[in-house]
């Protein structure tokens, strides 16, 4: 991961941004949104296609043969996803008041959320096996101490360790990951990077390097696997404004 490469790329576009036209960006915008909604969902088992998920999104429209869950999961995604943006504009450092607030919104109509499980969960497929009730306390209690503290040279290895240790702790009954993928995207956008979206596609490769992580504590597979995605968004925005200098943006 050359992340010096990926600053470079982050001011380039900070500096060209008000040179992107306005519909441009929300087109790019609402397409992320819908993309990422659909892929964290389905990375959970949800099983609205992307064109099923942009319905429900953008047209209010209901999806026959589906479960009131899954709609509301997607749904809920959303609020979420608008929920992160507004705190990070308020300048808002990500805290425990914050990751509750998210994950109530996640399970809005589905469960109680922003409540901490009582009860001891398993990951399916995976070693490692979460902390019991009592010693998951005193862990999510050291995450947030240690994301107080931890250093800000690096934001994707920051965003990075915020989702895989967050996920390794399990601290909530059901939704751990989307609160998890929500949280690492907070501290992307709050260090002026963009979100990104991991592909249902790659969730073999996703679930074995926050494995590595929960087993052995390495973190470099998943922050190299960010810092890609992050390089191949970051690059797609910086097409747009060569786009522009070389012929019209059609807007798809």
């Known amino acids: 991961m050359d992340y010096n490469m990926l600053c470079k790329k982050r001011e380039q576009l900070k500096q060209l941004y008000e040179r992107i036209p306005k519909e441009a960006l929300q087109s790019f915008e609402k397409s992320f949104e819908i993309e990422y909604t659909h892929n964290s969902t389905a990375i959970e088992g949800n099983t609205l296609s992307l064109v099923q998920t942009k319905a429900v999104l953008e047209d209010g429209l209901s999806v026959g043969g589906k479960t009131l869950r899954e709609i509301y ?3 809920n995604h959303k609020k979420a996803f608008d929920y992160v943006k507004k705190c990070v504009a308020e300048g808002k450092a990500l805290d425990e008041k914050i990751i509750k607030n998210i994950h109530a919104l996640l399970m809005e109509n589905i469960l109680t959320g922003g409540i901490y499980r009582n009860v001891e969960v398993r990951i399916t497929g995976a070693m490692h096996k979460p902390p019991a009730p009592t010693k ?3 862990q999510v209690k050291n995450f947030y101490a240690d994301m107080q503290y931890a250093s ?5 290895e920051l965003a990075a360790w915020t989702h895989a240790e967050f996920v390794k702790i399990h601290p909530f009954e059901d939704g751990n990951g989307r609160t998890s993928r929500m949280i690492m995207n ?3 956008i709050a260090s002026g990077f ?3 979206s991991i592909a249902k596609e790659n969730r073999l490769e996703y679930f074995e390097a926050l494995e590595t992580y929960a087993m052995e504590g390495g973190l470099k597979p998943f922050a190299n696997m960010i810092a890609e995605l992050e390089e191949q968004r970051l690059d797609e925005y910086l ?9 019209p943006i059609i807007n798809m």
């Open 73 to 75: 999961e997607v749904v």
């Open 239 to 247: 097409g747009i404004t060569q786009e522009q200098e070389n012929g």
């Open 194 to 196: 963009l979100p990104v």
């Open 152 to 156: 800000k040279e690096n934001a994707i």
């Open 186 to 188: 907070y501290q992307l």
């Open 136 to 138: 998951m306390y005193e």
